[in-house]
């Protein structure tokens, strides 16, 4: 019996299928890193200021922010991956200890230090952008994942045929 890989059917599911769930992560981290980005701005609106914008984007993307918001990704990944794929174990497995070792990771880093300003800054920056970065990851493949439908009936149909083909072959018919 040939096996129905759901990485397969999620690699051949089509540009439609990729181009939503990046669309969903899209609007969700969108919306969710406004406020970020309307710090960033906000530092260069005074006409005295000498704040670059990449200065200004820095502080405010690159000062452990992005931690905060990948906590709420990860509730977010927690919850779908319990919820919605039962029956994704192996992913399920993976996503859920990635989960466990991002809050733990997460808390950790945000409890030493809540304001994040006496935390080493390039440590800080890297490991939140990578946080956030896998978090977005997993999202859009979870969201690929609740998009694909496997016609199990039809895999079944087509075994089921290339078996009584290979019987009746080997029996002369």
């Not at 059917?9 to 980005?37: H, Y």
């Not at 991956?81 to 070792?101: E, G, H, T, V, W």
């Not at 080493?120 to 979870?142: D, E, L, P």
Request: charged letters at 15%.
């Amino acid at each position: 019996m040939e096996k129905i890989g759901y990485a397969r059917a999620m690699f051949r599911s089509g540009p439609g299928v990729w181009g939503m769930a990046l669309l969903e992560i899209i609007v969700v981290a969108g919306i969710s890193l406004i406020p970020l980005t309307g710090a960033a701005i906000r530092e260069v609106l005074p006409p005295e200021s000498k704040i670059y914008l990449s200065d200004a984007f820095e502080k405010a993307f690159l000062s452990g922010q992005l931690l905060f918001y990948a906590v709420g990704l990860i509730a977010t990944i927690v919850w779908h991956c319990n919820k919605d794929f039962k029956s994704f174990f192996p992913l399920r497995a993976i996503f859920n200890l990635y989960s466990l070792f991002g809050i733990v990771i997460c808390s950790i880093v945000i409890g030493y230090d809540p304001t994040l300003s006496s935390t080493n800054k390039s440590f800080i920056s890297s490991f939140s952008v990578a946080i956030f970065s896998v978090s977005i990851i997993i999202y859009v493949i979870m969201a690929v994942i609740s998009e694909v439908h496997v016609n199990v009936g039809q895999a079944l149909a087509k075994t089921d045929a290339q078996l009584g083909d290979a019987v009746r072959k080997s029996r002369g018919i």
